[in-house]
């Protein structure tokens, strides 16, 4: 390959080093491909209990294990219709699915493809153009237009873009970027990709058993054209996205470590000012191309240097004759129209002098600290007085940014189905929750490992809300709760740490039975452990701050279910739960004004017609409420000293406004009023508008000046 200089094994030993110390080894790999697909089985499993026809997956840097903190890369989620068959011949077509035939000539960039609309009900050319969405070319065929997309964008404000086929939410300070990509699935791989796939050299690399599996994978079309071409709004690009990630997932650590110098060194010598000349993408491709080119045995950890240097030589000879072939599909160019000739002299001379890879580039990548961390491994500088965090500090971080990643998810998942069910009846509400949890049973009593494992961390949630609801219907008609009630809710308990117990403790506060409300909030109390539980919010991307250590120790230690343990999800209440509500939490559900709904987004802000508040604050204030009515006073002023130090210190409070609103109200109950209006008044400034605050604010000046 090259002469290896005797100093080469020595810096690709410490390179690898500091990559298994900024978390680029096995078990992190493993840990974040696991929360990735445990993360589609959550939102695949619920959109079957919904009898959705569609599929999540995850796809880019974090399913595949192949990102670090630093580099903060975006999230990828793609999801099918799988209502829509995109075929290749017409032995595909499928009775009761909305067919699509694929269209592939010369007039077509390769990598793209025309999607012929055809009749639902025989298989035979549709003729009727239905919308805007759909148009007639010279040839008479009615074809489906890629701007189908956009459509997803009209509901949206600005904070959502088109970022090619997908939906981009961006520029959200402590948030990562994350893509949403509505896909069709092909019943078969186009014909050019499969031509380039039976020439794959199987007895290297992929492997026969990996190119058997490969053979197996779905691949997807995807609403965006060539950018050159006349015919982009007509024009779906392939995607073989399951493909490479298997081929991904078959990776040695040194593969995967290359990769990821790959991407840090394009963005700090290549793409330095955002530009997106050189995409991950494009050094994927690359990399798989050497991979397959190289023997086995050269991809060690002793030997990173060279293959770093490898494919860095192979990406300057791709962009030299501007020409980066699809692995999967050769006669799809990559680069094709990404950047001029001028570009191209920059880009050639900037690669030339990262060649070959001998230390001295990888100094100056401050994604992780690299740099630093390769030169304090050498001894070429003094660790002392750098604060650079150690690897078990990187292990915690990214293991809670794994789990809070879990419990997003659920929360994100169980918000959506409160979200499209809100305008529903109640009997309809619950017919659709109850469908969901015998659903999960079935994949609980069926699935596979993973799924049972999914099962388990969505059924409680959903047993929670059925068990609420119900109670709120008893309370409203005869001020009990029902057995039926109490047995969903106590079904549901072991959602988190608090949220649903917090439920059941909120239900039988506004029945009056204050003891056994103050008997389950001594249970939370005892169970909710401030030095380890972090609150959990999935409303609205919250940009949590750092976790805290022990936190962040169990998260590295155990697996998902640790949510059970560590984790405080938000208490959400729709308002068909109101009677399940004190009065004080009820004017959350009244928050917004005609001129604060203007203020929404509408895909992200649907949870301000609940009341949603974190759970920690919520036990403090049900304390305080209850002992109050069991005449303890004393410990009712040690539940709000405890709010109040909530409020003011608990860092991921998701809903600290709210937390605040309530404080107001008990300070107002203590007659503390300017102590409550500077409560409001902090609360409008952690959010401006969609603000109960208002309403007390008003009250509370109404009640000084009488």
Same mark, same amino acid.
């Given at each position: ?8 094994h ?7 080093? +500091?990559? *298994? ?15 990735? +697909? ?16 569609m ?14 903190? *630093? ?19 017409? %032995? ?17 960039p ?28 010279? %040839? ?46 092909c ?7 499969? @031509? ?5 050299d ?104 060279n ?32 950047? %001029?000739?001028? +570009? ?60 809070? !990643? ?11 189905v409160?979200?499209?069910?809100k ?54 008609? !005869?001020n ?18 608090? %949220? ?17 409300? @103050? ?15 972090e609150p959990?919010c999935?409303?609205y991307?919250?940009? @949590?701050?750092? !976790?805290?250590?022990?936190? *962040? ?17 938000? +208490? ?40 949603v ?30 709010l ?7 860092? !991921? ?37 969609n603000? @109960? ?14």
């Amino acid at each position: 390959m090259f002469h290896t200089p005797d100093h080469y094994h020595n810096i690709s030993m410490r390179l690898s080093d +500091v990559l *298994g110390d900024i978390g680029v080894n096995e078990k992190m790999l493993l840990k974040m491909r696991r929360t990735a +697909v445990l993360d589609e089985t959550n939102r695949t499993i619920i959109f079957r209990g919904r009898k959705h026809q569609m599929t999540s997956y995850n796809f880019g840097s974090w399913s595949e294990g192949t990102t670090t903190l *630093g580099l903060r890369s975006d999230t990828d989620h793609l999801f099918t219709k799988d209502d829509i068959n995109v075929i290749q011949d017409w %032995s595909e077509w499928t009775l009761g699915k909305r067919n699509y035939l694929m269209i592939q000539n010369e007039t077509i960039p390769p990598g793209y493809s025309l999607l012929q609309k055809l009749r639902n009900d025989v298989p035979l050319p549709d003729t009727h153009e239905y919308d805007n969405h759909f148009a007639k070319d010279t %040839s008479g065929r009615i074809l489906f237009k890629n701007t189908i997309v956009d459509k997803f964008l009209q509901v949206a404000t600005g904070r959502h873009q088109r970022q090619g086929p997908s939906i981009a939410l961006t520029q959200q300070p402590g948030v990562l970027d994350e893509d949403l990509v509505s896909a069709l699935p092909c019943t078969s791989w186009p014909q050019s990709a499969k @031509a380039c796939l039976s020439h794959l050299d199987v007895n290297n690399w992929p492997t026969a058993n990996m190119y058997r599996y490969i053979k197996t994978t779905k691949c997807f079309v995807v609403g965006v054209g060539n950018k050159v071409s006349e015919n982009a709004d007509f024009e779906w690009r392939l995607s073989t996205s399951l493909a490479e990630r298997s081929l991904m997932f078959n990776l040695n650590i040194t593969q995967i470590r290359c990769y990821i110098l790959m991407k840090m060194i394009i963005k700090t010598y290549i793409n330095p000012d955002n530009e997106s000349y050189i995409s991950s993408f494009m050094c994927k491709t690359v990399l798989f191309h050497c991979i397959a080119s190289k023997p086995s045995y050269i991809w060690k950890e002793c030997n990173i240097l060279n293959c770093l240097t490898y494919c860095i030589l192979t990406l300057n000879r791709c962009i030299s004759c501007r020409n980066c072939p699809h692995f999967f599909d050769c006669e799809n160019n990559l680069m094709a129209g990404k950047f %001029s000739n001028t +570009v191209k002299q920059v880009l050639l001379q900037t690669t030339a002098k990262l060649i070959p890879c001998d230390g001295m580039s990888l100094f100056g990548i401050q994604f992780d600290n690299v740099g630093e961390r390769l030169q304090i491994k050498l001894n070429i500088m003094n660790g002392v007085h750098h604060n650079i965090p150690s690897p078990d500090e990187y292990t915690r971080f990214t293991s809670a940014t794994l789990l809070g !990643n879990t419990t997003g998810s659920i929360l994100d998942i169980h918000n959506g189905v409160i979200q499209e069910i809100k305008d529903k009846s109640l009997v309809k509400k619950l017919r659709i929750l109850l469908q969901i949890v015998q659903h999960l049973t079935r994949y609980y009593r069926d699935g596979d490992i993973l799924v049972k494992v999914s099962s388990r961390l969505l059924a409680p949630i959903y047993c929670s809300s059925i068990g609420s609801l119900i109670a709120s219907h008893n309370i409203q008609i !005869n001020n009990t709760v029902s057995p039926q009630a109490l047995v969903w809710l106590e079904t549901g308990l072991d959602s988190d740490v608090a %949220s649903s117990r917090l439920k059941l403790a909120s239900i039988l506060y506004c029945t009056g039975q204050m003891k056994s409300a @103050a008997f389950i909030l001594n249970d939370v109390y005892q169970r909710y452990n401030t030095e380890v539980t972090e609150p959990q919010c999935g409303c609205y991307l919250f940009p @949590a701050t750092s !976790n805290k250590i022990r936190f *962040g120790q169990i998260s590295s230690q155990y697996d998902e279910e640790a949510v059970k343990y560590i984790a405080a999800y938000c +208490v959400t209440f729709c308002r068909e739960e109101i009677n399940c509500v004190p009065h004080e939490l009820q004017y959350e559900m009244f928050r917004s004004t005609q001129e604060d709904i203007q203020h929404r987004d509408i895909l992200d802000d649907g949870w301000m017609d609940c009341a949603v508040v974190d759970s920690l604050p919520y036990l403090y204030f049900l304390q305080y409420k209850t002992l109050g009515n069991l005449n303890r006073p004393e410990e009712q002023q040690q539940a709000l000293t405890k709010l109040i130090w909530a409020t003011k210190t608990e860092n !991921n409070l998701g809903h600290r406004e709210t937390a605040l609103n309530l404080l107001g109200q008990c300070m107002e109950q203590e007659n503390r009023l300017d102590d409550a209006l500077q409560c409001y008044m902090l609360s409008l400034h952690v959010r401006e508008t969609n603000n @109960a605050a208002k309403i007390h604010i008003c009250r509370c000046l109404a009640n000084t000046h009488l």
